[in-house]
């Protein structure tokens, strides 16, 4: 066993347990502790038994099992668990020591702890970690960010133990300054949450406008996961649908239809809002879990408040191609509203992010890994100033060549009483992002009628604001001008 450990982490839950274990099956020892001190133990003389960890009993006992400069990695809670641990470890380091926080923290409060730990003389790193438990174990995509100068020494760790691309390349690069890690890694979920609703919609569409058994869809599912659709998600989507409970019924049929979330959505659809990015999708996705949650409201709902019945009359295999169409469509709208809102945070907190090198670190590991990356990889290396993903040749193309399916599947489930938020809302921004005139001419003679509130006009330029006395009896005193 090593003399000094390489790396230390507090906190043996689930994650921490799995990432420790990979870091030391590529050749780095690792000292370890927990709040509850039993757990080290535990662990020690458990799935840690005979490998090189040093299990340390103390905060000061595992600084001082570290080479230096010393790396102290915290997988806690997110919250004031991650301020208090920084208090315990900050008087036991050195100047250029490293504390590393790898939960799914909030971006504003890893700004706030890197200035913080700075000051102190120390360097900090905010990084977000996708993939699971069984990510953190087999490979995870790390997104890290916070002290540049902290990169080259926490780089060999994490980028050995990150999931590897088809040419060997890890999913793990530098993002950013200060939250930036985080904040990918928080867009990274947001995407999370649009994917999942979306395969979602898309099997409530098959279960009850199509009438399909969980055998069938099980095979559609498997049949997508072979073609451009193919993903983790859609990987795992095909296996629940076949997974049977020990009666041989489908166990997805008996689990409640309430969902659950742990924020990183809803702070995806409030920094997106505070950006004025129309994030429109992933908010939905996050609505939807809302109403998903407000369930005996809905069983009474049910008895009271009806609609169509669902019935299909057609060609179904044309009507499932439509279906993954459609569904394609909306992942590149998903895609690109992420894309617009990183974009957005760069140029507000001062960020040079790599759009491209994101992609690639999304391409394994995390739970939204799928071939489309490669394509977004793709646009951003051909064109690193991209507005919006849309533009790019390729998703010009492909979106154009699924709009009628799209528009046949979003017909067909709002006609027959199927719920598609997700996809409906994905095909308003299209046709809201490729409209040279919006209605919102008519919003602002409102605004300006009831408030004052001035208006911009077509005939003069940018810049100029006018006001109207719409009713005769106002005066020319106007509001503040408006923000876009």
Known sequence: MKELADIGLIGLAVMGENLVLNMESKGFSVAVFNRTVAKVDKFIDGRGAGKNFIGAHSIEELVKSLKRPRKVMLLVKAGDA????????????????????????????????????ESKGLLYIGTGVSGGEEGALLGPSIMPGGSKAAWEHVKPIFQSISAKVEDGSPCCEWVGENGAGHFVKMVHNGIEYGDMQLICEAYQIMKEYLGMSYDEMHEVFKDWNEGELDSYLIEITRDILGFRDEDGEPIVEKILDTAGQKGTGKWTGVAALDLGIPLTLIGEAVFARCLSAVKDERVEASKILSGPQPKFEGDKKAFLEDLKNALYASKMVSYAQGYALMNAAAEEYGWNLN??????????????????????????????????????????????????????????????????????????????????????????????????????????????????????RGGDTASSTYIV
């Open 355 to 472: 759009y491209g090198g994101i992609a690639l670190m999304w391409r394994g590991g995390c739970i939204i890994r799928s071939v489309f990356l490669n394509k977004i990889k793709e646009a951003y290396d051909s064109n690193p100033n991209l507005k919006n993903l849309l533009l790019d040749p390729f998703f010009k193309e492909k979106i154009e060549a699924s709009q009628a399916s799209w528009r046949r599947v979003v017909a067909a489930a709002i006609s027959n009483g199927v719920p598609v938020p997700a996809l409906t809302t994905a095909l308003a921004y299209f046709d809201g992002y490729r409209s040279e005139r919006l209605p919102a001419n008519l919003l602002q003679a409102q605004r300006d009628y009831f408030g004052a509130h001035m208006y911009e006009r077509v005939d003069k330029p940018r810049g100029e604001f006018f006001h109207t006395n719409w009713t005769g």
């Open 82 to 117: 991650v301020d208090n641990f920084i208090e315990q470890i900050i008087p036991h380091l050195e100047p250029g020591d490293i504390i590393i926080d790898g939960g799914n923290t909030h971006f504003p409060d890893t700004v706030r702890r890197t200035a913080y730990v």
